[in-house]
T-cell receptor, first 114, second 116 residues
């Protein structure tokens, strides 16, 4: 158990809908990262927050947004969902924001868009 | 740009065989960090090791060992005396420092199947 929690574990929804994925980092970690794992794209970095502020952005679609709250939990919002958004979404956390920090991953949320 | 290549898509071995998973990376940074993660069938990503670019010493942890060679930009992972429980997808990753943050750049992964 990495100490990172994600809810829900599974999510099934329809095209055009909006969903929110939630992540709680390990105790003491200030950075939260979101990654998407799909068959065709592999594991791709989406976005990083550190202590409530956005720090790095990857290949995140404009339909997707995220935030980190004062209690350090983070939410990833996916809107106008398309079939291609079906994927496993991971949250990870680390102590700081530098590249030497190990990132510890949550169990993931499997999103299925029908 | 940073890139990680895991050329082996899938490897099958019989229990107790040794197996090496290859990882080749590209980066222009002089300081960087390399990682290996394991993704068992249950789906979570488990951190295995971190290595910085200044430390080329090989590392051994039980049945696991890692060979980092800066000259060939490789960071290979060997499992000695493989076991069925080692069956998983293994990812090599490179840390990418961005202006105010960082990210992991992952390879495509190698599926390891260990048969009894």
């Amino acid at each position: 158990d990495s100490g990172v929690t994600q809810t829900p574990k599974h999510l099934i929804t329809a095209t055009g809908q909006r969903v929110t994925l939630r992540c709680s980092p390990r105790s003491g970690d200030l950075s939260v990262y979101w990654y998407q794992q799909s068959l065709d794209q592999g594991l791709q970095f989406l976005i990083q927050y550190y202590n409530g502020e956005e720090r790095a952005k990857g290949n995140i679609l404009e339909r997707f947004s995220a935030q980190q709250f004062p209690d350090l939990h983070s939410e990833l919002n996916l809107s106008s969902l398309e079939l291609g958004d079906s994927a496993l979404y991971f949250c990870a956390s680390s102590v700081g924001t530098t590249r030497n920090n190990e990132q510890f991953f949550g169990p993931g949320t499997r999103l299925t868009v029908l | 740009a940073q890139k990680v290549t895991q050329a082996q898509t899938e490897i099958s071995v019989v229990e107790k065989e040794d197996v090496t998973l290859d990882c080749v990376y590209e980066t222009r940074d002089t300081t960087y960090y390399l990682f290996w993660y394991k993704q068992p069938p249950s789906g979570e990503l488990v951190f295995l090791i971190r290595r910085n670019s200044f430390d080329e010493q090989n590392e051994i942890s039980g049945r696991y060992s890692w060979n980092f060679q800066k000259s060939t930009s490789s960071f290979n992972f060997t499992i000695t005396a493989s076991q069925v429980v080692d069956s998983a997808v293994y990812f090599c990753a490179l840390s990418g420092q961005m202006e105010y943050g960082n990210k992991l750049v992952f390879g495509a992964g190698t599926i390891l199947r260990v048969k009894s």
